[in-house]
T-cell receptor
Framework: AQKVTQAQTEISVVEKEDVTLDCVYE???????LFWYKQPPSGELVFLIR??????QNEISGRYSWNFQKSTSSFNFTITASQVVDSAVYFC??????????????FGQGTILTVHP | NAGVTQTPKFRVLKTGQSMTLLCAQD?????MYWYRQDPGMGLRLIHY???????AKGEVPDGYNVSRLKKQNFLLGLESAAPSQTSVYFC???????????FGPGTRLTVT
């Protein structure tokens, strides 16, 4: 069985602070995909990034960066110089990508990020 | 191109009533999914479909039924609603050859 754990239920920061959201996953598969989604107060789910299990390169996109470490089964997300618009619920998710996976996602519990001005 | 749409956006039911949630996508996606979102639990998969006429159970299927009579539509039914089914329901779809799921805006259901 696969599992995604986001141990941080809520994080509160002041604007311009850096913040890291943790994600730890469990899977028996060697091929899998990891995702981060953002859910702003409006409620929709916004895709942020996908990483496959064979690519451990870190990725940076503007103020966002992701650190994937297979050795610790973690896929952490850092926002640099946070802004009020970053306030949202962030979800980490796992797709085991096997032949019978059919893209089914296992989500973490979500981390509520509040950025204060 | 509307993407993934869900009908209705909000609904209040009484215990024991039935209803159907409609998900429609205009992207010709093969795969479609229904998730529910509850506080502190993230999103959990209810049912999914890998093609027209096929459906399968996800993590939390009890109390729900689904149908995929047309490729673009995926219906989620509650035959006898219970307060435990109060939740926000999300539909998603994707092409068979891609990893990214496209999500609908959600349906907020309250069962009293």
């Amino acid at each position: 069985a696969q599992k995604v754990t986001q141990a941080q239920t809520e994080i509160s920061v002041v604007e311009k602070e850096d913040v890291t959201l943790d994600c730890v996953y469990e899977t028996r598969d060697t091929t899998y995909y990891l995702f981060w989604y953002k859910q702003p107060p409006s409620g929709e789910l916004v895709f942020l990034i996908r990483r496959n299990s064979f690519d451990e390169q870190n990725e940076i996109s503007g103020r966002y960066s992701w650190n994937f470490q297979k050795s610790t089964s973690s896929f952490n997300f850092t926002i640099t110089a946070s802004q009020v618009v970053d306030s949202a619920v962030y979800f980490c998710a796992l797709d085991n990508a096997g032949g019978t996976s059919y893209g089914k996602l296992t989500f973490g519990q979500g981390t509520i990020l509040t950025v204060h001005p | 191109n509307a993407g993934v749409t869900q009908t209705p956006k909000f609904r209040v039911l009484k215990t024991g009533q039935s209803m159907t949630l409609l998900c429609a996508q205009d992207m010709n996606h093969e795969y479609m999914y229904w998730y529910r979102q509850d506080p502190g639990m993230g999103l959990r998969l209810i049912h999914y479909s890998v093609g027209e006429g096929t459906t399968a159970k996800g993590e939390v299927p009890d109390g729900y039924n689904v149908s995929r009579l047309k490729k673009q539509n995926f219906l989620l039914g509650l035959e006898s609603a219970a307060p435990s089914q109060t939740s926000v329901y999300f539909c998603a779809s994707k092409v068979r050859t891609s990893d990214e799921q496209y999500f609908g805006p959600g349906t907020r259901l309250t069962v009293t």
